[in-house]
């Protein structure tokens, strides 16, 4: 059934490694070295895909990375599936499985074809326009629109596949390997640059590997013989590493590069497994050299989208390294001489060529001398006007063009085709020139942007630098390397180049038809279905800027980024607006060149490795007690320890019961510990928090708030002096990091003639925090030789002590109001010290609890959480904590903000006691909190910041921030909610032990 | 993304160093003093410049020192690094 396409060996494609593979369900034969594209060709098979929006049937195009319409999915189905990848750039192996995409139920018959006909009601702008009214219709419309849009599936199971990351450094960077980039590579690693070369492709050589073009010569060899034996070269220079199957993604400023290696994607299924898939190399380079080539132009014509239009450059590609016939009558349509290298290449092994047509007038270059006598027909100043063939191409029309080049003439000649190559031109391919921040210019005479300034160390050679015939690319290249690299000489001095290329070219962006251009379909997008007419559209509509058009229209939005359409959108833009092509620009180029797997962007940093978190030395006895945890900033923290299915709830009134009534104890290992020394350290607290600091005695603790320099309440915590110059600092958990950023900020900037010296200890020290009328005993059991008595070891000091062999740091400091010990020792000793905590206490009934008890005691109390009562926009007046600002101290970070008037202003928000009317609603946190229920709008007066059912008091309690607080001492207030309006009542946010006799209570 | 040459450490990556905004604005002396108006001007105000900016930057990831830099915003180009207390370059 399948017909053999394949015209002659190759020495690219291994005709003893036969390869199956299946496509749309029907199984196809190739060989090793071929793509999708080159094998599907060589079975006759052009119809691929289905476009976007029309879904006409579209087939292969072009042989490389630009590809807009053979977009597939690969191995569907399956946890390796992967959308939109190129036919072109999939390498086969046996058991590759690929199918269409955008098409429904198949390519060959797909019901959303109906809107080509009804294109005409679908213009640019369509959805714009359409789903406008009434606004409230946006989520109707947008279910349909979701579910008719999108290319490809995504995978619904986790991927099996290993990625990786590599920073890569290097002198030079060469990235593409034709002849420009082997070239630049070779030299510049012969003169010690340690020098990169990368390339997409599987093999090195780009174009001219595969070019035998006989008017072509270097030193008597054809371009092709010649590169092989420099290839061949490349092998054991030292400096040089080769990476192939690396696309460049980015280029970022300062020579920052992102390239994509491909290591397994070629490899059969069986060979995947446990290796790096992808891997990202992120790529340092001290100079740079694009050698990225250049990307043949398509003509714009009517219909010029139909599956066996190709470009004329790929269909050379096809037979001389594939040797595939892309069709049995082939057709050229050109604007330049390159067609007829293809067609030569094609004559020259037995393809028919039935004809070329050229819209130039002539051209008298030695090919297409040799072309004429090969007898192949060629129709000067024609212009193909219209095209047949549904799923396939079956015939051309033309017409002879005028002299302007704006209308055609004369009578419509058909010819019949089953595959019609186009040339149009070459664009040198500057994007990653221009994401490097660099500026191009337009060439009026060439009618190509070329690199103009540049903003890093690079340069551009060959094609990309617009250099097109061979002669100028050796040349241009040498003179190019010998500046950058600052070399004397190269291997290219002396060799010998002779050429017939001809620049020779006409170029119309929009060819004309016969028809109204109202009633063609010459498209500019392929994979969008953008058209000449869409463009036109959008101009008459009032776009002017080529940003505005290309969203209008999404030309050059799709996953190829207008690689193929975009010169000709800008072409038409401005032959349409008037305006030369220099002064419209172009449209931005972004990253990445070729589309990157998830899996490549994020390399390890999956599952547990998405982010980083942190454990205390007492994490494992958390873990095999049944703890539940919550995440603090990057900490694993116990939560509450559920015995026998306790809810969370039930679990926490235990807890909390048990603290205040006999013993808890709490892992406070997480809170941030700064060690600060130097003789001016007093004077360093002085400045860093709202009280003072001076006459804090040695072996006493305090507690301190920290402010912004606008005044609001930034961190707390307790902060011990250990000696004459010597504290150590505790801070929140989550501040930590923050808090000592903040203070070395103010000691290097602000305050360098301070002596301070600040280390970070948090991860030095475990921390235990025993409570309750019975901590007293418990440590008197592990430490026996300290006075623990009220007089020797007061409420707010510390101790230095031993437990056996083990130094431990104990301050007497309480954050739920209890009699309450905090000791620290070595990380190391963590989980000794707890287990011994636990050992002394069973006697007690000593109960572990979590962040949530901690939450619900220090409510009790009124102790605020930075961070949970205060927002960035309470200071410690709004907190009613006058009494920890200093008065007397003449400067503090924030001190002066304390005074602005609008710190100063009566109803700002400020933190109350709440208690519900009813003991048992426990009012949400966040709520809104109103004095009025039938104002409209409602006034907002605050929010819910903290609320608990407190098991101690037997009630709910909660705390809040309310405008104007503080005067509302017993004032009645509501907190409406979806079904019921809780009636409340404003209190003190002290709501247990406010004469504070629980900090020396004992049993 | 950058390379920056850190004063200390030398060139290294963007990723390891964090941003500070506007350089060389001196926390006045006496805040008492200041008018409401005068100290709002030291807490809030900014400049945000398209061309030649004098910033802070601190080598977080790295020796965790603070420097000044001197960049054009609209190319991103580095013109100068130097430490701190030391005088801005001539414009």
């Not at chain 1, 939109?84 to 019901?111: H, K, M």
């Not at chain 1, 094609?346 to 030695?366: C, F, H, M, P, T």
Request: charged share 25%.
């Amino acid at each position: 059934m399948t017909k053999n396409l394949r015209v002659k060996s190759s020495e690219y494609i291994d005709e003893t490694n036969r390869i199956s593979f299946k496509f749309n369900g029907k199984t196809y034969h190739g060989f090793k070295g071929d793509t999708l594209a080159s094998a599907l060709l060589a079975n006759d098979v052009h119809l691929v895909g289905r476009s976007f929006k029309y879904h006409r049937p579209r087939g292969i195009m072009t042989s490389g990375s630009e590809e807009p319409n053979a977009i597939i999915q690969i191995n569907p189905c399956t946890n390796r599936t992967e959308p939109n990848v190129r036919a072109t750039e999939v390498e086969i192996y046996e058991g590759l499985e690929a199918s269409s995409q955008n098409c429904w139920p198949s390519v060959e018959f797909d019901i959303g074809g109906i809107n080509n006909f009804l294109s005409p009601f679908f213009p640019a702008g369509f959805y714009y326009k359409t789903f406008m009214w009434p606004a409230s219709f946006w989520e109707k419309y947008e279910f349909f629109i979701r579910h008719s849009a999108g290319l490809g599936k995504s995978p619904t199971s986790s991927d099996p596949d290993i990625y990786d990351h590599r920073n890569v450094h290097c002198d030079v960077l060469v990235v593409g390997a034709g002849i420009s980039g082997i070239l630049a590579a070779k030299n510049a690693a012969k003169n010690n640059f340690r020098t990169l070369l990368v390339d997409e492709k599987n093999e090195l050589g780009g174009s001219t590997i595969y070019e035998n073009n006989e008017f072509n010569k270097i030193d008597n060899k054809t371009p092709s013989e010649w590169l092989k034996k420099e290839i061949e070269e490349l092998k054991g220079i030292k400096n040089l590493e080769i990476k192939t199957r690396t696309s460049v993604a980015a280029y970022h400023q300062y020579n920052y590069l992102l390239a994509r290696e491909n290591l397994t994607d070629h490899l059969e299924a069986k060979y995947k497994t446990n290796k790096i898939r992808q891997r990202l190399l992120k790529i340092r380079a001290k100079k740079v050299i694009l050698a990225t080539g250049a990307l043949e132009r398509p003509l714009i014509f009517n219909n010029n989208d139909r599956p066996g239009i190709m470009l004329s450059s790929a269909i050379k590609k096809y037979s001389e390294f594939y040797g595939v016939a892309c069709g049995n009558k082939n057709v050229f349509f050109t604007n330049n001489d390159s067609a007829y290298e293809s067609a030569l290449s094609l004559y020259n092994k037995g393809i028919n060529v039935e004809a070329i047509i050229d819209i130039r007038e002539q051209s008298e270059s030695k090919i297409v001398k040799k072309i004429k006598e090969t007898g192949i027909k060629i129709y000067w100043s024609h212009s193909i006007v219209d095209t047949a063939g549904y799923k396939r191409l079956n015939s051309v029309s033309i017409m002879k063009l005028s002299n302007d080049g704006t209308s055609v003439t004369g009578s419509k000649i058909s010819i019949s085709c089953d595959c019609l190559g186009v040339a149009g031109g070459w664009s040198p391919a500057v994007h990653l020139y221009t994401q490097s921040g660099s500026k191009l210019k337009f060439d009026e005479e060439k009618k190509v942007f070329l690199p103009n300034q540049n903003t890093s160390e690079q340069i551009s050679v060959g094609s990309c630098g617009g250099d097109f015939k061979i002669d100028e690319i050796i040349k241009n290249l040498n003179h190019k390397l010998k500046d950058n690299l600052n070399i004397k000489e190269t291997n290219l001095d002396n060799i010998k180049v002779e050429t017939d290329q001809e620049n020779s070219k006409r170029n119309i962006w929009l060819l004309p038809s016969d028809k109204p251009l109202g009633k063609t379909k010459p498209f500019v997008d392929y994979q969008n279905d953008a058209t000449a007419k869409d463009i036109k559209l959008a101009l008459r509509e009032g776009f002017r800027s080529i940003e505005h058009v290309k969203r209008y229209t999404t030309t050059g939005m799709g996953t190829d980024q207008g690689k193929l359409g975009n010169m000709h959108a800008l072409g038409i833009i401005a032959d349409t607006a008037g305006v030369k092509m220099g002064e419209l620009g172009t449209t931005t180029f972004r990253p990445p060149y070729t589309p990157l797997t998830f899996g490549t962007i994020v390399g390890r940093n999956v599952g547990k490795f998405f982010d980083i978190f942190r454990r205390t030395p007492m994490n494992d006895w958390h873990v095999e007690n049944k703890a539940e945890f919550e995440n603090v900033g990057q900490w694993k923290r116990a939560w509450y320890y559920p015995i026998n299915g306790e809810t969370m709830h039930q679990a926490v009134q235990r807890e909390s019961k048990a603290a205040r009534e006999s013993a808890g104890i709490l892992d406070a290992s997480t809170l941030g510990k700064i060690d600060i020394q130097g003789s001016d350290a007093s004077e360093f607290l002085n400045r860093v928090y709202t009280n003072a600091w001076s006459k804090l005695a040695i072996g006493k603790c305090r507690y301190g708030l920290m402010l912004n320099e606008d005044g609001m309440v930034y961190d707390d915590g307790v902060t011990t002096r250990l000696g004459e110059n010597h504290y150590i600092m505790t801070t929140t958990t989550g501040g930590a990091a923050n808090v000592l950023g903040k203070l070395e900020d103010y000691l290097q900037t602000e305050w360098p003639e301070l002596d301070v010296y600040l280390t970070s200890v948090t991860d030095h020290y475990a921390t235990a925090s025993l409570c309750g009328p019975n901590s007293k005993k418990i440590l008197k059991k592990i430490i026996s030789d300290l006075d623990l008595s009220d007089e020797n070891f007061p409420h707010m000091s510390f101790k230095e002590a031993n437990i056996g062999s083990i130094q431990c740091r104990i301050m007497r400091i309480s954050f739920t109001g209890e009699h309450s010990y905090e000791i620290n020792v070595q990380a190391s000793y963590g989980k000794d010290l707890w287990k011994k905590c636990m050992e002394a206490g069973q006697e007690f009934n000593i109960t572990p609890y979590g962040t949530e008890t901690m939450h619900l005691l220090r409510a009790e109390k009124g102790f605020i959480i930075v961070g949970q009562d205060t927002d960035g926009t309470m200071t410690p007046i709004d907190l009613q904590m006058d009494w920890i600002v200093s008065k007397k101290k003449y400067d503090f970070i924030g001190k002066r903000s304390l005074y602005r008037s609008d710190t100063m202003r009566e109803d700002r928000k400020q933190l109350v006691g709440l208690l519900t009317d009813d003991p048992n609603i426990v009012l949400e946190e966040g709520a809104q909190i109103v004095s009025e229920l039938n104002q409209s709008p409602v006034e907002m007066l605050g929010h819910v910041t903290s609320s608990y059912f407190s098991p101690n008091l037997n009630k709910s309690i909660a705390l809040a921030v309310v405008r104007g607080g503080k005067d509302m001492m017993g004032k009645k207030l509501f907190v409406p909610m979806e079904n019921k309006n809780i009636n409340v009542t404003v209190a003190n946010p002290v709501f247990y032990d406010q004469t504070n006799e629980r900090l020396n209570a004992q049993l | 993304m950058f390379l920056i040459n850190c004063p200390y450490c030398g060139e290294r990556d963007q990723q390891e160093f964090k941003a500070g905004g506007e350089a060389h604005i001196e926390r006045p002396k006496q805040p008492t003093e200041l008018s409401d108006d005068e100290w709002a001007e030291y807490l809030f105000m900014r400049k945000n410049i398209k061309g030649v900016q004098f910033e802070r930057w601190n080598h977080a990831h790295g020796c965790r020192k603070w420097f000044n830099m001197v960049r054009d915003t609209s190319n991103d180009e580095i013109k100068a690094i130097y430490k701190m207390g030391e005088k801005p370059p001539a414009q």
